[in-house]
């Protein structure tokens, strides 16, 4: 039985509402508290797919026209994303470039009943690696260029699988020669994703997308590295499963095992379960699923919970220990130990070492601090 206070319950029926393909709002509950529940609405990307199931009655007038604005620009931005890639995909094929586009605008248009359902802020465009430098020159002809972010250039080009552009109007390009790092444990075959791929209609253009069950695998990486706690990602899930029989989800487990994604596949339906209704498949949970102990964990981070409530309140740390408990047991401790005692990758990730070589002290400061968060999230754990 699911612990979920009223908010998080009137969310959990909504998206269960969507699932089961019912038509117009919900009813909520006596005990909902309304404001908490507008809050938590402004966090979760996925309200553009689940507002039509808001029962408008519990929304002032103020809320529900701003509610509305904030879909009528979301819509807008989906659009507009898509009439880029309409625009980007004929100058990569003047150099023979076919990307694959992976994750949201693929999703848009082919499991969505509208493209604007599916809310993505970037285009992620997968090319070969030699094929980089030549996609960021056609790029910077069409006014794209490299973005600031967090982590320097150096960490991309050695320890990641993309490189972000920002082009006009702020639409944001990731280019992708992989889709795990470098060292990840999980692991995956670019070669099988861009033979299954297919082509997706757009406008007077065209475009490879990943299979669903590509799709589906990574929609489990993305949910390992942030913590299974994007609601979009069990919707995408919902969608595509409905389009694999018994034959391809045995072989959605096979690849599974053979990509150390067999707990992490198993996790993201039996969240889908918990959230949605909608049964696992038996043969991923024969098997996928991971040990006793590992499930008992599992069950007590209540990652339904987490997916649907204010992001704000998810706890540091928490992404870090589901990748833990995903990883097969037998590179648990390696894992554990390199976010512990980080080495130069893990320090340019924490922001360390970018300017020079990382003091005595910033490195004894981040260990205490990686290791006071682990002990809050194992007390959280035991506590229930």
């Not at 248009?109 to 996609?135: M, S």
């Not at 992708?176 to 997706?200: C, K, M, N």
């Not at 007590?300 to 589901?322: E, F, H, K, W």
């Not at 590179?331 to 320090?347: I, K």
Request: charged share 25%; with cysteine; net charge negative.
């Amino acid at each position: 039985m699911l612990k979920l206070d009223p908010e998080t319950g009137y969310l959990c029926d909504i998206a269960r509402a969507w699932a089961n393909g019912v038509q117009g709002p919900v009813p909520p509950s006596s005990a909902l508290d309304k404001d908490r529940f507008v809050r938590m609405v402004s966090t979760i990307p996925a309200m553009q797919t689940l507002a039509p199931f808001i029962d408008p009655v519990i929304l002032t007038d103020l809320e529900n026209s701003q509610l509305q604005k904030s879909l009528q620009v979301s819509h807008h931005r989906t659009i507009m994303m898509l009439l880029e890639l309409e625009r980007l995909v004929p100058a990569l094929g003047e150099i023979g470039c076919r990307p694959v586009v992976l994750k949201g605008a693929s999703l848009a248009l082919t499991v969505y009943d509208k493209p604007e359902h599916r809310w993505f802020i970037d285009l992620d465009l997968l090319v070969e690696r030699g094929e980089v430098e030549a996609v960021y020159e056609i790029l910077g002809r069409l006014g794209y260029r490299h973005a600031q972010t967090a982590h320097p250039a150096r960490y991309y080009d050695d320890y990641h699988f993309h490189r972000i552009l920002t082009g006009p109007q702020g639409v944001c390009v990731e280019i992708h020669w992989g889709i795990t790092l470098p060292r990840s444990v999980y692991t995956y075959d670019l070669d099988q994703l861009r033979f299954a791929a297919v082509e997706i209609p757009l406008g007077e253009a065209s475009f490879l997308g990943p299979s669903a069950m590509d799709q589906v695998l990574h929609g489990v990486l993305q949910s390992v590295a942030g913590g299974f706690y994007d609601l979009r990602r069990f919707l995408d899930l919902h969608l595509l499963d409905s389009r694999l029989d018994d034959s391809e989800h045995h072989l959605l487990c096979a690849r599974a095992l053979r990509h150390n994604l067999a707990t992490g596949l198993w996790l993201q339906y039996h969240i889908r379960e918990e959230l949605l209704g909608a049964a696992m498949p038996p043969v991923i949970d024969r098997l996928c699923r991971p040990g006793p102990s590992v499930v008992r964990i599992l069950e007590r981070l209540n990652g339904v919970a987490m997916c649907l409530s204010d992001q704000t309140r998810i706890p540091s740390g928490y992404a870090t220990l589901l990748h833990w408990l995903s990883v097969p047991a037998r590179y648990r401790t390696r894992e554990v130990r390199r976010h512990l005692f980080p080495d130069s990758e893990g320090l340019l990730e924490a922001g360390l070492g970018v300017e020079g070589p990382v003091r005595p002290w910033e490195y004894c400061r981040l260990n205490m601090e990686r290791m006071l968060e682990t002990a809050r999230l194992m007390h959280r754990v035991v506590r229930g």
